[in-house]
């Protein structure tokens, strides 16, 4: 996600300075490049010599220290950044940048960048709830920072209440978002994904073994391109994306109501959930029992055809859908496309190594309805993006 992008990481004195050592780690993972900035109180809390060996940098902290280097660090530390990120960001930090004072090397960065500004304040609750605090958070959210509010819980002061850095991966998504181009800017859109739960009973259902991860990519790289996203997601074990709507539906019936819903104000609509097509006719209230039996009959009725309808209720819209098979895979996926009247079809086979259910990769044959054929193969983010250039094509085409 954050391959080639350098993330200048400015870590302020809180209690939280400690996970920004994690956050360097997970966006060094994603590929980004990291140059720590440390005020003179974040180093009481951890050593900058941590950061210099998890980022792999020489930590900026001291704006008269003697360098090696000739160039003025606080400029060409502001000019190397794709993003700025303040994690944690104290009310101090948060005052400074939003009131234009830069009196160390922190603020100084802050004020000299142009790149995008993520900021992800943690302090104590009264703290945070100050009219001063709130009134500088929104200055720097008009200004187009993207401000990662804190989470809510037990405080490392004893107090419980909003004020608790956020999860690491979630600031990472935001910074990854903050990286990328906005050419989706002003698109609405609606992903489905993962696995539906068909019940049979109190403790059994019928599912199959959709993840999630493509559904959660393509919501992922689209609202990282700056579009508004609503994902409609059976049960994951993933983490929702930054900045997404994400509404839970455990059953194809509830899936189809969510998505019926969301579809009114999307633009896009991609269907990249693994839909059950029959569900048992009952669910038993109680938990059904052997009773001495050797083999029971469940019968099942079909569901409703999601993408189908959709396409149906909203002719005008950009209609997108998978397609999963163990063979013919072109062949199904040219009828689908047809069948189900949509737009694109994004062809995937389970009999592909590095591609389908619950791999980090896929590799997918994305066919329109104009008879282009483009494949894409890579992460299932790299791939998602791949799919999101066709349909924004498509889209300015239509
Ligand atoms: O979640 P992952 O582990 O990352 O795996 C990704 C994936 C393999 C699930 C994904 O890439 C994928 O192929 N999703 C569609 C799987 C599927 O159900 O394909 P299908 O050929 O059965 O359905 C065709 C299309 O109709 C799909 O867009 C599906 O969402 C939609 N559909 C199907 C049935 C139904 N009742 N309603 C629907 O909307």
Redesign the pocket.
Known sequence: MLEGKTIVLGVSGGIAAYRALELTSVLKKRGAAVKVIMTKSAAEFVSPLSFRTLSQNPVALDMFAETDCWEVEHISLAKAADVFAVVPATANIIGKIANGIADDMLSTVAMATRAPMVIAPAMNTGMFENEAVQKNIETLRSRGAEIVMPASGRLACGDVGRGRLEDVDVIADAIAGASCKKDMKGIRMLV???ATREAIDPVRYITN???????YALAAAARHRGAEVTLVSGITNLTPPYGVETITAVS?LDMYDASMKSAENADIII???????FRPIETAENKIKKDGRTSIEIELTE??????EIRKKYPNKFVA?????TENLIENAKN?LEK?GLDLI?A?SLREEGA????DT?RVTVLTGGGDSVPAVGS?YEVANAILDVCTANLKKQ
């Open positions: 489905t994904a993962g073994h959709s993840s999630g991860k493509m559904g194809a269907s990249a959930a693994a839909v059950a097509d569901n409703p055809d999601i993408i189908s859908g998978f397609c999963m098979e689908k189900k994004a995937n389908g259910f619950g791999t896929n299932k």
